[in-house]
């Protein structure tokens, strides 16, 4: 499984940004994706994901501002961030997982990473 995030940048608060992660090597029904970050200097924490059924997981702390979504056509996993904020700072990455976890592929995949597939992820920043 192969995994290329892009889409990464800097913004002003309250800003937008939509990451992909581009997936190669497996199909849908074999993994499921989750999007995660880490700011310097923190723990690589779970903010989305996405299983092999369409249903979507959500962090608290990111509910109603991010949105994970699926192009099968593109094997392609997107998420929009919008009205970003500073603590949304952080190295963004995409990892394949186990399908059928749901969300509990947020907290499985940081506690144990080899249990997973990662890209090599991309930066926001998020400026005042």
């Known amino acids: 499984v192969q995994l290329v995030e892009s889409g990464g940048d800097s913004v002003q608060v309250g800003g937008s940004l939509r990451l992909s992660c581009a997936a190669s090597?497996?199909?849908?029904?074999?993994?499921?994706i989750g999007w995660f970050r880490q700011a310097p200097g923190e723990e690589r924490e779970g903010v989305a994901a996405?299983?092999?059924?369409?249903?979507?997981h959500y962090a608290d702390s990111v509910k109603g501002r991010f949105t994970i979504s699926q192009d099968n056509v593109k094997n392609t996993i997107y998420l929009q961030m919008n009205n970003l904020k500073p603590e949304d700072t952080g190295m963004y990455y995409c990892?394949?997982?186990?399908?059928?976890?749901?969300?509990?592929?947020?907290?499985?995949?940081?506690?144990?990473?080899?249990?997973?597939?990662w890209g090599q992820g991309t930066q926001v920043t998020v400026s005042s």
């Open positions: 996405i299983d092999n059924d369409g249903s979507t």
């Open positions: 990892a394949a997982g186990t399908p059928g976890l749901g969300g509990l592929l947020l907290t499985v995949l940081v506690s144990s990473p080899n249990f997973g597939f």
């Open positions: 090597g497996h199909t849908n029904s074999e993994y499921m």
